[in-house]
């Protein structure tokens, strides 16, 4: 389904967002300070949307950071009970293309696969995403290196985007017509500015080129400063590794999944001790394979969608598609001594 565009006056805005938060659970973004977040929508609050990325992703809206998945109780054997699946409505609003293309990639890695996750398929399927386009790339933005556009639409139920008389919104599944069939909305012949939008700012080799380079001193040299916090990793809208643990409260227990990174110590540790990524070149070198290879043997995209959140939130102000870039200047490197030689 692809209608035509639709206006939202921007007095209008807030009638709408109190008609949607009456039938649904709502989220939309919200400036803390100088950072956006995704926040639940209360009746009357006054909402605004960044030009661009939001400094925090959508993706704990469907897979949190600290999930329960079991109940149980301590002094009782074999007690432990699923959690009851999420049923209620929720709509998402104001999510860019990076963002939708990460949940995107998540449903790849939680329900493609022999074991579906049915905590991740609740929340996907109770959800409906209202996207929003882009009308500006932050220097640290690539998505146009990762075959996507601050225009995409992909995996959005309706898409809106702002003009100098409201917002624009259009329609793209049933889902999202239910959403826009609302009086508040104007007929009109009017179309969100086209933009070129800036390509090349950080190309990486292809998945092939890049495992030619994984025992290159590179790794050891691009190393020597990350702090292997994992703050990119949990900034990152695709990463989904986790931890399982139970939690004591009492008489009550909980089996909780937390968000867990490649890059910590104790990640890769194996029972017996052993560390097979006990280095941090190692560690670096994993976490840059599985964005710009790995994924796509496994799920045949890439996981990095050009967000730049990882430069945003890194301490030393890099990003593992800067790190990419370094990389293909190697193989070109060594191209250019093969051909002398």
């Not at 995704?38 to 999930?67: C, M, N, Q």
């Not at 190309?203 to 080129?209: A, Q, S, W």
């Not at 020597?224 to 004591?248: M, N, Q, R, S, W």
């Not at 840059?288 to 730049?308: I, P, V």
Request: charged share 30%.
């Amino acid at each position: 389904m692809s209608a035509g565009w639709r206006l939202l006056k921007r007095g209008d805005l807030g009638a709408f967002l109190d008609s949607l938060a009456a039938g649904a659970e709502l989220w939309a973004p919200r400036r803390k300070g100088t950072r956006w977040d995704f926040e639940r929508y209360d009746k009357g609050t006054e909402t605004a949307f960044p030009a661009s990325i939001i400094e925090v992703s959508a993706k704990s809206l469907f897979f949190p950071r600290r999930r329960p998945i079991a109940r149980f109780n301590p002094k009782a054997k074999w007690s432990v009970e699923p959690v009851e699946l999420p049923s209620a409505p929720r709509i998402v609003m104001g999510m860019h293309p990076c963002d939708v293309a990460g949940v995107r990639y998540m449903d790849r890695v939680f329900l493609a696969c022999d074991h579906p996750d049915r905590l991740y398929e609740a929340e996907r399927n109770r959800t409906t995403v209202i996207g929003m386009r882009c009308s500006e790339m932050k220097p640290t933005c690539h998505c146009t290196d990762r075959n996507l556009s601050p225009d995409e639409t992909q995996g959005m139920d309706a898409v809106f985007a702002e003009t100098a008389d409201g917002l624009l919104f259009r329609a793209l599944t049933e889902k999202g017509e239910r959403l826009l069939s609302s009086p508040v909305f104007v007929a009109t012949d009017a179309k969100p500015e086209t933009k070129e939008w800036p390509k090349g700012r950080h190309l990486v080799p292809g998945p092939g080129e890049l495992m030619e380079l994984y025992d290159d001193d590179f790794w050891l040299e691009a190393s020597d400063i990350c702090l292997t916090c994992g703050a990119c990793t949990f900034a990152c809208p695709t990463c989904t590794c986790y931890l399982v643990a139970d939690e004591k409260f009492g008489d009550e227990g909980e089996r909780v999944t937390a968000w867990d990174s490649c890059q910590f110590l104790s990640y890769s540790r194996e029972t017996s001790g052993h560390n097979p990524r006990r280095t941090n070149a190692a560690r670096l070198r994993n976490r840059t394979l599985d964005k710009f290879a790995y994924s796509f043997h496994k799920h045949g995209m890439s996981s990095c969608t050009g967000c730049g959140r990882c430069v945003l939130i890194c301490p030393i102000r890099r990003s593992f598609p800067q790190l990419g870039t370094k990389l293909k200047e190697r193989v070109e490197e060594k191209k250019s001594k093969a051909k002398v030689s």
